[in-house]
């Protein structure tokens, strides 16, 4: 017993130091075999370490992610519905690869094409919920190239919806880390992403999620894996801890088990080194800001919610704010106007802001206005 408690003690010991080791972590690109990659934090948008993540490559079925967001939003926009029932066109059924079969003519609901799409990597259930979103493959193309250029996507350029290998078609881990932050935006997506195992045609098709990191990485969410002869073994893994969001994005592999440990080792990095910080606004910063030649004496004001800041783990308690004012500002003044700023900072660093916005809108002060204005608080007092 005794020796069990000293061996149990000397394990605490070493699971601490590995603790302080992994914060301490640096990741090199020897590190990583993927030839491409980029880690991203969902809420903030901030690169936390990048290989080569600009390099053009294809992608595999991780293009499906600018497939589903756009699926998404036409069901945010209530243009389709998840009861919805989609039939599969000669053109969706004819796709190779990882597919889901389709006959031509077969219908199935906009749900159970997602599940396909996401779960399965189904081929030709993109293509047919791409069709059924736009009419064609081709105008849903255009489609999702022109939301790549909308979200800043330049290393991008999508010649199908699905992600077979295709000249010209191609796009870089950052882009692709870009496309996963804005599907996530939209949380039913994780329904499907966080399924490992599901089933269509009332059972007779079995689906199996090809992200195998849902068996084995804490607070994985999905999103998106990939494999051709072009591309390789390609991922897109999201994994939220403690609140935080990490997209880990990795294109190019040798093989699924560089794909997936490469991940692994892109979150752990993550997890291990930033966290974030709930930013609060100063009372300070809610007092009316007085202003002069005005028909009033001062303006109120609105500071939406500032969010969370990314820090260095342990550094939140650091975040000191600071409050400033437009030292130029002139009426008229117009309500939404930017009045003044809310900075946060971990020494000389910033790590998040926040406008002060006026609350109304104030006139300039002319005569006549003046004059009337007077005229009813003498009359307002006398009646008193």
Known sequence: MKKRRILAAVLSVVFVLQAFSLHAYALSDEELPAPSACLMEAETGKVLYEKASHDQRPCASVTKVMTLLLVMEALDDGKIHLDDQVTASEHA????????????????????????????????????????????EDAFLAQMNEKAKALGMNDTTFKNCNGLDEDGHVTSA?????????????????????????????????LVNTNKLLKSYKGITGLKTGTTSKAGSCISATAMRDGMHLIAVVLGASNTKDRFNSAATLLNYGFANWSLSALEVPEEAYQPLEIQNGMENEVPVTIANPGSALVSKGKGEEVQSTVSYDEFLEVPIQKGQQVGEITYSIGDETVGSVPILAAKDIEKAELMPVFHLLLQNLFSFSDK
């Open 174 to 206: 950052y882009d692709v880390a870009v496309m996963s932050r804005e599907l996530m935006k939209h949380q039913k997506i994780f329904d499907y992403t966080g399924t490992w195992m599901d089933s269509l045609r009332d059972g007779k098709t079995q």
């Open 93 to 136: 059924a004819s796709m190779g690869g990882s597919d889901i079969w389709l006959k031509e003519g077969e219908t199935m609901s906009v749900d159970d094409m997602l599940k396909a799409t996401v779960i399965a990597s189904a081929n030709d259930a993109a293509v047919a919920l791409a069709e059924f979103v736009a009419g064609s």
